[in-house]
């Protein structure tokens, strides 16, 4: 869907990659196209390293896509019911303002390291959309602005690298495993 996405890669030598085919995606979408998986699970001989990509779609109902892969994503990495919580709303918040502030492409990134145990939630974006743009999911003016201060919030590090083709906001939180 979009060829700007980039798969991460482990630094051993001997490293394998295994694709599981996602279901999250039945259904959400009304011609606005679905999600697609890049990649799933990258295992190397010295460390695992969990990585789930998707690009999505630029339209509304990619946010609660989103959180369907995420929340399926941390189910099979066994990410305990509080953890799953936070990464739910920090998905939620940093897809929303790539929809509402950003051109596409759009792709959503899990990242997680058990031997270091930090969890990496990374959205990569087109860069930021024209001000005059519409926001595309809410309304109303008082419904806006609080994202980033409930990410920094619930997360002990977040932010945002720029590069040439647009933006990647990212945030970590620890694991207990």
Sequence with gaps: MYARTASLTAQDSGATTTHQPGTVAEGLWDGCGAPQQVSATTQARSRQVHHTQYALPHCPQTV???????????DRWHVDEELS?????????????????????????????????????????????????????????????????????????????????????????????
């Design 64 to 74: 609660r896509a989103a959180r369907n892969i995420a929340a399926e994503a941390l």
């Design 85 to 177: 919580e936070i990464v739910l709303l920090v998905v939620s918040e940093l897809v929303t303002n790539a929809v509402e502030h950003a051109l596409p492409p759009l792709a959503l990134h899990l990242i997680r390291e058990p031997n270091n145990q930090q969890l990496r939630i990374e959205v990569v974006d087109g860069g930021p959309a024209l001000a005059s743009s519409k926001p595309t999911t809410s309304y109303e003016a008082e419904e806006h602005g609080r994202g980033l201060s409930i990410v920094d919030a619930v997360t002990t590090d977040h932010g945002t690298r720029v590069h040439t083709y647009g933006a990647t906001h990212w945030a970590s939180l620890p694991t207990s495993t």
